[in-house]
């Protein structure tokens, strides 16, 4: 075998190869295509049309531009999605400044941390965000709260954004019906974004995306994702994250589809709700949403049934029940579901099984900030994605396997196309460090390319654990495996003195319902008797080598990144406690 297996989706489909090269120009053509089409707003809410939007960023970017921020500045947003989040990013780009956006679930010192080294004059946040900001020692000279929050505690001082945008509308906005306001070219290799990644191996890194990175991979997802104009997308993942802003936002832009934002954590109820009344095309979920819903409902609803549990141990029978749920399932998101995509960490394979089996929609995906983000995912029809797999390239993107094992062709998962970084922000060693000496992005993930041209992702190269015996063991191989209990809501497998132990977060909700009545002591006999039945059974699954010697009980969660993967780096055999 060669030292390297590469392949880009032009080996499989022609792609149209004309787009635009910066945001304002994206922008610009969605309006002229879509004027009177709606565009974006909160669910259950009338959205604004792509007129609408289009008016508002103009008059704000011409506001910020009044208010001193110039070509280049960067900007923060720390907060939950919505269309105010939207209009305020736009207009940044708009006048050539730099939008940091900022995860809404990172801690205190982190926001503190990414506001002083960004040095941000102008920050726009929400009510849930702003006791992030009391105590920053380099004070941000303006504070705008997108949910038009007023704090009464004087530590910081407010403008809403009904007040900062009307304020912009008084001045600006005759001078925009007359079409006299005008904004610098602002070319496609310009900064767009700075992002700070929240990987599961330690060093938060800030990550610069160009115009033309997030352009080049909103049309490549937009070519994986045939959709009409007037689609639906229903958002319930943080835009700030790279998959959310470029399949969740650019994407819809650019094919004319309306997003509405949850507004609210998507708990069963709440989704069910909301894509009751929404009826969206499209969703992208994170797994464990989607793992959830298979172990909270689709399972239990099988084992209560005597007919369907044998029905379920004979593939024809498996694939009847499967496609019925599947068509409750697409009733349960509104009934027009026509992709659900999903990424952001690895899917577990028995859930995709049951979505394979059951006719869902879905889209498995692969990608990381630095790629702005997707590399792999899809194209939606293509019957030749192998399950288990993350499809084929997107569209301009090549990726190529390094140093491939002679036996089972995994190596590195490397990429190169016009939606990589620039590199990381002040971190010249790290950029450096990040790419091969073609110019390749290392992405740090092992994986193979089949026959078929599919990419199937291994996991991280920090993560596997290589045994006394010379044998690699893929921790999330096995976590998989475990995860598939009802009794499991989340794993870890740490190499603990050159044995394998699994550490388990277990559903306590599901240990309730299963010894109700039971003392203390018959609670706590009943955990440990599922822990070990759980070892046995996983690893008659296993080679003798990669069998677990312990599974032991966490009582909290892991802490997990934006996707809802575990940070690892905080976790080994010498500090896991319970």
């Not at 229903?234 to 650019?250: D, K, N, Q, R």
């Not at 650019?254 to 709700?273: E, F, H, N, R, S």
Request: hydrophobic share 40%; charged share 20%; with cysteine.
């Amino acid at each position: 075998m060669s030292d390297s297996t590469t392949i880009s989706q032009k080996d499989y489909l022609p792609v149209p190869l004309k787009q635009e090269s910066n945001l304002n120009d994206l922008l610009d053509t969605s309006l002229h295509r879509y004027a009177e089409y709606n565009a974006v707003g909160m669910a259950l809410e009338t959205p604004l049309t792509y007129q609408e939007f289009y008016d508002r960023v103009l008059v704000l970017a011409a506001y910020l531009r009044s208010c001193g921020i110039d070509f280049g500045d960067r900007i923060a947003i720390l907060a939950e999605n919505s269309h105010n989040w939207c209009t305020v990013y736009m207009a940044i780009v708009r006048i050539g400044a730099v939008c940091v956006p900022i995860l809404p679930d990172l801690p205190e010192a982190d926001v503190h941390h990414i506001l002083t080294e960004m040095e941000c004059d102008l920050l726009f946040l929400t009510q849930r965000q702003i006791e992030k900001v009391y105590d920053l020692d380099r004070k941000v000279a303006r504070v705008v709260s997108l949910d038009d929050y007023l704090d009464d505690s004087d530590l910081v001082k407010l403008t809403t954004f009904t007040d900062f945008l009307a304020a912009a509308q008084h001045e600006f906005g005759q001078q925009h019906d007359r079409g006299e306001l005008e904004f610098p070219d602002v070319p496609g290799d310009h900064l767009a974004s700075i992002l700070y990644t929240s990987g599961t191996s330690g060093f938060s890194k800030a990550v610069k995306l160009s115009h033309a990175n997030l352009c080049a991979n909103g049309f490549a997802t937009a070519n994986v994702i045939a959709l009409s104009p007037g689609a639906v997308f229903l958002s319930v993942l943080p835009i700030s994250h790279t998959y959310e802003f470029t399949a969740g936002f650019l994407l819809p832009m650019i094919k004319g589809a309306c997003i509405y934002y949850a507004g609210k954590t998507p708990t069963p109820m709440v989704l069910q709700k909301l894509c009751g009344r929404e009826r969206p095309h499209v969703m992208l979920v994170v797994p464990l949403i989607m793992e959830k819903i298979y172990k909270k409902r689709v399972l239990p609803a099988i084992e209560k049934s005597t007919m369907l549990s044998l029905a379920c141990k004979f593939h024809l029978g498996r694939k009847l029940v499967y496609r019925s749920i599947g068509a409750k399932l697409q009733n349960f998101f509104g009934g027009r579901l026509q992709v659900m995509g999903i990424g952001g960490a690895a899917l577990n394979p028995e859930v995709e099984s049951f979505l394979r089996d059951a006719g869902f929609p879905y889209l498995a995906g692969y990608g990381l900030t630095e790629s702005a983000p997707l590399l792999a995912g899809g194209p939606t029809g293509d019957k030749t994605i192998a399950l288990g797999s993350v499809g084929k390239p997107v569209p301009g993107v090549e990726v190529r396997i390094d140093s491939p094992d002679p036996k089972t062709g995994i190596g590195e998962i490397t990429a190169k196309g016009p939606n990589i970084m620039q590199g990381y922000w002040n971190d010249p060693e790290s950029t450096e460090g990040t790419f091969t000496d073609d110019g390749w992005l290392k992405t740090g993930d092992l994986g193979l390319i089949d026959d078929l041209g599919n990419l199937h992702v291994k996991g991280r190269s920090k993560s596997v654990i290589v045994l006394a015996n010379g044998e690699n063991v893929y921790p999330e191989a096995i976590e998989h495996k475990l995860n598939t209990y009802p009794f499991v809501v989340e794993s870890l497998v740490v190499d603990n003195t050159n044995m394998l132990e699994a550490w388990v977060y277990p559903d306590y909700e599901f240990v309730d319902a299963q010894t109700q009545g039971q003392s203390r002591q018959q609670r706590h006999e009943y955990i440990t008797e599922q822990l070990d039945q759980i070892r046995k059974e996983v690893n008659g699954q296993l080679s003798s080598q990669s069998r677990l010697s312990r599974v032991l009980e966490r009582r909290e969660p892991f802490i997990k990144t934006a996707t809802h993967k575990i940070k690892r780096y905080l976790y080994s055999a010498d500090n896991m406690q319970m």
